[in-house]
C-alpha cells in the first residue's frame, strides 16, 4: 500500500512540529506549503535527516507551489498571523481572513478529496471561511480545538487531583475562545465525574471553578509567557491526533469544531461539540443533553462564534 500523504499548509511553529510528529509516528510523507518556501523546505530537510536516528523513513518537502500538495489524503492548516501578548484570538480575524481564500483555493484545486484540519485562529470563523470558499463537503473539513482544550482540562485536573493524565477524561464544547463551555460534569477521573469527586472531598468546587477559567484562558497564558507567539507543541499534538482517528479509521470520539446541520437546534456554523471520526470523515455528531445552565453557556459560546462570522462577512474577503 502506497504511503499516506499529508499536506501542511503554513511551515511555522505549528507546521513545523506537525511534520515531526508526523515522521516519529510513521504516519506517512509531508509536503509543507509556505509563502515562504525556503523556511518549508529547511525544516522539512532538517526533520528528514532526523529519520534515520529516530528510524523513520518519510518523505519530506517544502514548497511554495501548490500543485505539490496533489492528491493528499490530509491537508492540516495553519497558515497566517499568531497571536502577540495583548491580543485575543478573534483579533487575529482582519489578519487571517484574507488568507484563508488562498488556502481554500490551493485545497479545493489539488486535494479536494482530502480530509482537512484547520488550526489557523480564530478558529470557529476560519474553518467555517475554508469550508465555504473551498466547496468540500463539510464532512471533510473540521477545526481542532477541543482536543487542545480538553487536553488542557485534563492536565490541570490530573495534576489537581494529583493523578496520571492517562486516567482522566474531559469534556470541553462550544467556540474556541474565552466562552468555550468545560463540561464539569462529564470530565471524569477513571469514570467518577468531577463532580463525585468534589463530593467525596477530593478538591473543592472553588478549585474546579479555578481550573475551568484557567483552561478557558490556556491559550492566552501561553501567549503571555512565549511573548512573541502562541502554543504550538500541544496544538500540533491535537491535530496529529484526528489526523490519525482518519488515517487509520479508528473511529475516535472528539470534540471538533464541525458544522451543524440542526443538531443541538442549530445550522449553518461551526463550533466545538464531540464527533466521531474514521475513514469517512466527521461519520456522527454526539447530541449531549445540557442542563439550563450548561445551555445557556453553550448559546453565549456560538453567539460569539456567529458574531465574528457577520464581522467575517463584513471584510468582504
Ligand atoms: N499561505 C501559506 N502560509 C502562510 C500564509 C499564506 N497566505 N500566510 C502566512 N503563512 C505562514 C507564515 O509564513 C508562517 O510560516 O504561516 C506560518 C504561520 O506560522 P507561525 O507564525 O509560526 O504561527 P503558528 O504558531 O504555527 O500558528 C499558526 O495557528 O494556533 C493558530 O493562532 C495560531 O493562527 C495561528 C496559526
Known amino acids: 500500500m502506497a504511503r499516506k500523504k499529508i499536506a501542511l499548509i503554513g511551515a511555522g511553529n505549528i507546521g513545523g512540529t506537525l511534520a515531526h510528529l508526523i515522521g516519529l509516528k510513521q504516519l506517512g510523507d ?14 522539512a530537510l532538517d ?12 518523505n519530506m518537502a517544502g514548497t ?9 489524503d490530509v491537508v492540516i492548516v495553519t497558515a497566517g498571523f499568531p497571536r502577540m501578548p ?23 484545486t489539488y486535494a479536494p478529496d482530502a480530509f482537512v484540519i484547520c488550526i489557523t485562529n480564530p478558529l470557529d470563523v476560519m474553518v467555517w471561511a475554508l469550508q465555504q470558499k473551498s466547496g468540500l463537503p463539510a464532512n471533510k473539513v473540521v477545526g481542532m ?16 487531583f494529583n493523578v496520571s493524565v492517562e486516567d482522566v477524561t474531559a469534556f470541553v464544547l462550544g467556540g474556541h475562545g474565552d466562552t468555550m463551555v468545560p463540561l464539569t460534569r462529564y470530565s471524569t477521573v477513571a469514570g467518577i465525574p468531577v463532580p463525585d469527586l468534589v463530593k467525596m472531598g477530593w478538591t473543592t468546587q ?15 497564558e501561553i501567549v503571555k509567557l512565549l511573548e512573541k507567539g502562541s502554543a504550538f507543541y500541544a496544538p500540533a499534538a491535537s491535530a496529529i491526533a484526528m489526523a490519525e482517528a482518519y488515517l487509520l479509521d479508528k473511529k475516535r470520539v472528539l470534540p471538533c469544531a464541525v458544522m451543524l446541520n440542526g443538531e443541538y437546534g442549530l ?17 456522527r455528531i454526539v447530541e449531549v443533553q445540557f442542563t439550563p445552565e450548561e445551555k445557556t453557556a453553550f448559546d453565549k459560546s456560538c453567539d460569539a462564534v456567529k458574531k465574528l462570522i457577520e464581522d467575517f462577512k463584513k471584510l468582504g474577503v
Open 30 to 43: 509531508v509536503v509543507m506549503f509556505d509563502v515562504f518556501p525556503g523556511v518549508a523546505a529547511g525544516k
Open 47 to 58: 526533520i528528514m535527516q532526523s529519520g534515520p536516528v529516530d528510524g523513520f523513513d518519510s
Open 64 to 72: 511554495g507551489d501548490y500543485a505539490a500538495i496533489a492528491g493528499a
Open 86 to 108: 495583548g491580543m485575543s484570538r478573534d483579533d487575529l480575524l482582519t489578519k487571517n481572513a484574507g488568507v484563508m481564500g488562498q488556502v481554500a483555493e490551493g485545497i479545493k
Open 145 to 160: 480545538a477541543g482536543v487542545l482544550d480538553s487536553s488542557r482540562f485534563r492536565l490541570f485536573l490530573a495534576q489537581e
Open 206 to 220: 472553588e478549585k474546579i471553578d479555578a481550573i475551568v477559567n484557567r483552561t478557558a484562558n490556556g491559550g492566552g
Open 267 to 283: 445550522s449553518d456554523f461551526y463550533v466545538g461539540v464531540p464527533v466521531v471520526i474514521g475513514a469517512g470523515g466527521v461519520e
